[in-house]
């Protein structure tokens, strides 16, 4: 290729990349379906891209250190401290159900396809982490139940760094029973492979976070440190014992991850940037090379395998897993129908087979289309079927029409309280333990701490919230909190309460109005014009319309007495008022206002 052509080539890559991530964002589906779709079709459908050809020898390297710094990512999200806070099923689903599931797979991918038992051992570690980057969107579309989403995306999550390091350790006694002569110095190789990687990731880890820990680095440098030694480690430890790289790179990143006073928020925010572009440049790649004669040549027996892994493996996993729970056979059923795979399935699983037939390992090249046939498969059966299925089961929820409320406060409980009174759901959080156990004393649900944090990226329960309320005293986390839920709940629905400061500073000195979310109210309240109205006797009354009590009635009753706030039409859907919507209220709505005592 010349290098017109090998720039034309990047930059198509690069386009379908980003079409690739704007449409599973818009259809609310895993984005690694639409790569490897497109990497198909641009590959061996239309041979418009050869990545061999256009990469040379430099495509295996490239994908060995990609794969690195996504199995690091990864391992990043693995807290010791919240192992035991997941729940037993979650424990259950990531060890007995995990080993349950490994079994399963590898005896039906020795007798079906006549892999033999260490390369059926190896698909078996590969096909059975599903992971959070195919998990978390299949959820967003699917919305079940708030028990069965937190059980399924912990699960995703805790999966993930584990079934990399264990299909890492079955690669690695591959490889050094491969090499070796004997079984003793298989396992002599072996251990060399576990202690090398074991020490370099986490002395790595170890120097890296005392690093980060002493300021030694300005901040602005700790991704660059980060990505240096995430792949400085990874040939390091390669060049000493063959094959204990990737080994490393994740124990360094579980290492960091609970390594005291190493804040690694920045690094992983960084990290999820780099590896969304990793992922969506290699899995176009990965797919391109995917020889489609392999796959077809595979036959019948690979929709047999799918039936196993979708109605034996995955049902047996949950059924050990739940045993004894307080779940119901409805929501056991979803968990046992949702189990997509990912990321360490389609990258691991290219890196490993050119690497084992090189080293002469028969039908190691079949681990591709295979691994690439059950992603597909499952994740086409799961995400067409998964939403349909959880509301016949009666264990969807309806749409995110709930109520996250930043601020525990007097004025939050109230509104709170008058939004359950409407069928919302509505989550308070606070910082301040007194307000949360007041809050909890008038059965509100509560979250303690601040929902901009980072455990609240991992611990706020989303599920049936659609629109955020910010009505703290507080402008500045009013602001940050619209800010960090923009992406969630969208523009249109952040609503705040700016403070009294707040609503006199020029807009020099404030929060654009894009980031501080809509005012609430017909009339736009403030914090401190909601306070003392409430203290003064004011209070949120509900009123329903009918064909004999019209919205003009209503206006012509209470006038300047009264500040909409809610209003929830007739199918049971609540709008927030602000200043510029215009709303129409009709029979059969209802009005939730603050009104004020006769003067």
């Known amino acids: 290729m010349n290098e017109q052509q090998i720039l034309l080539a990047f930059g198509g890559i690069g386009i379908a990349a980003l079409g690739c991530q704007w449409l599973a964002w818009r259809l609310k589906l895993p984005a690694i379906l639409f790569l490897l779709l497109t990497g198909i079709v641009v590959g061996p459908v239309l041979g418009w891209l050869d990545p061999q050809e256009l990469l040379g020898p430099l495509l295996m390297p490239l994908v060995s250190l990609a794969v690195a710094l996504i199995l690091f990512e990864g391992s990043l999200t693995l807290h010791v401290s919240e192992w035991r806070e997941i729940g037993s099923v979650v424990h259950r689903l990531v060890t007995v159900g995990a080993l349950s599931t490994w079994a399963v797979i590898t005896l039906a991918t020795h007798w079906l396809l006549g892999f033999d038992w260490l390369l059926a051992l190896l698909f078996g570690t590969l096909t059975l982490v599903t992971g959070p ?15 069965i989403a937190n059980i399924l995306r912990w699960e995703g999550i805790v999966i993930d760094p584990i079934g990399a390091l264990l299909a890492v350790v079955v690669y690695s006694f591959i490889i050094s029973r491969a090499a070796g002569d004997g079984l003793s110095h298989s396992l002599l190789t072996f251990g060399g492979v576990i202690l090398c990687g074991s020490l370099f990731g986490l002395v790595g880890g170890w120097v890296l976070g005392h690093i980060l820990r002493r300021q030694w680095l300005p901040e602005y440098l700790h991704s660059l440190a980060t990505l240096a030694a995430v792949l400085g480690i990874f040939i390091a430890s390669n060049q000493i014992m063959h094959e204990s790289g990737l080994l490393a790179v994740t124990l360094m990143g579980m290492w960091m991850a609970n390594m005291k006073g190493v804040d690694v ?10 590896s969304v572009l990793l992922i969506s440049g290699l899995f176009i790649l990965l797919a391109a090379r995917l020889d489609l004669n392999a796959m077809i ?20 996993n949950v059924l050990l897993s739940t045993f004894g729970s307080k779940l119901n056979w409805r929501e056991r059923a979803l968990l046992a129908w949702i189990a997509p795979r990912g ?11 050119i690497r084992l037939d ?24 799961q995400s067409a079927t998964a939403r349909p299925l959880a509301r016949l089961l009666k264990v969807a929820e309806p749409a995110p029409s709930g109520f996250l409320i930043v601020g525990a406060n007097g004025p939050a409980r109230v509104v709170g309280k008058a939004l359950q009174h409407l069928g919302s759901r509505v989550l308070l ?19 303690f701490g601040n929902p901009a944090s980072q455990h609240a990226e991992a611990h706020l329960d989303l599920v049936g919230l659609g629109h955020l309320l910010a ?49 609430l109210g017909d009339r736009a309240l403030t914090y401190s014009q909601l306070a003392n109205a409430l203290n003064q006797g004011a209070e949120l009354y509900s009123t329903q319309l009918t064909e004999n009590f019209t919205w003009e009635d209503y206006q012509a009753l209470h006038g300047p007495r009264a500040t909409l706030l809610f209003a929830r039409d007739s199918s049971g859907w609540v709008y927030v008022v602000t200043p510029e919507r215009d709303l129409k209220p009709g029979p ?4 939730l206002a603050l009104i004020s005592q006769e003067s």
């Open 471 to 519: 009505l703290s005293p507080s402008g500045e986390l009013n602001a940050l909190a619209a800010m960090r839920f923009r992406h969630e709940f969208g523009h249109q629905r952040l609503y705040a309460l700016v403070s009294g400061q707040e609503s006199q500073r020029t807009d020099k000195h404030r929060a654009s109005h894009e980031h501080r979310g809509q005012a």
């Open 133 to 147: 980057t195919v998990i978390v969107p299949m959820l967003r579309v699917v919305r079940p139940k708030a028990s």
């Open 343 to 353: 990321i360490v399935a389609a990258a691991v699983s290219a890196i490993f087979a």
């Open 265 to 274: 928020r920045h690094i992983l925010h960084f990290k999820e940037n780099l």
């Open 588 to 591: 059969g709505w209802t009005l």
């Open 297 to 316: 040549a595979l036959g019948p027996v690979v929709l047999v395998l799918l039936l196993i892994i979708q109605f034996i493996a995955r049902p047996l």
């Open 429 to 447: 959080t606070d910082s301040n333990w007194e307000n949360i156990r007041a809050a909890r004393m008038e059965n509100l649900p509560t979250y």
């Open 358 to 381: 090189q080293a002469g390992h028969e039908g190691a090249l079949l681990l591709v289309p295979l691994a690439f046939a059950v992603i597909i498969g499952t994740v086409v059966l």
